[in-house]
């Protein structure tokens, strides 16, 4: 069970105006729904990271993730094969980037997911942000609560 009175509020942030698009990494690779397995497995190799944004015309339609891989590979013998449509996770948390870090924080304990997309108010996606990502700029108090419902509570994507 989270405690989320432990959690940042808008107002342990006040003096410190850190948004999502600061701790970001803008411009992520993508792929599209067309892209194969196999190309979103290089660039988990090439970027050194765990999910791919799968857009359409800049707008995420969904993510694939280095679980969603190893899950198509039960389903499919030849999955490096196969669109990333046929796997993707179409369930998108997202944070536009002038969200207050405190606000970044309760959406990765409420969603439970490792990782989110920062999407402008156009739609189009500007960056993606890990759990980890946060951590240096949270208090410490804060930290250990954030990992704890990320990890021990992950969603099903």
């Known amino acids: 069970m989270i405690d989320h009175e432990a959690l940042p509020t808008t107002s342990d942030q006040a003096e410190k105006s850190t948004t999502a698009a600061d701790v970001m990494s803008p411009n992520p690779r993508t792929c599209s729904r067309f892209s194969l397995v196999i190309e979103a497995v290089l660039i988990f190799t090439d970027e050194d990271c765990g999910m791919v944004p799968v857009v359409e015309e800049g707008k995420p339609i969904g993510v694939v993730t280095d679980r969603d891989v190893a ?3 039960a389903k499919y013998d030849d999955l490096v ?12 948390v997202s944070v536009a980037p002038e969200t ?58």
């Open 71 to 73: 899950l198509g590979l």
């Open 81 to 92: 094969n196969h669109p990333v449509a046929e796997i993707m996770s179409t369930s998108i």
């Open 100 to 157: 207050p870090l405190a606000e970044v924080a309760n959406t990765f304990v409420r969603e439970a997911v490792r990782r989110l997309l920062v999407v402008g108010a156009d739609g189009l996606l500007v960056g993606v942000i890990g759990w980890k990502d946060v951590f240096d700029e949270l208090p410490q108090r804060v930290v250990g609560r954030v990992a704890t419902s990320v990890v021990e509570e992950p969603a099903e994507s």
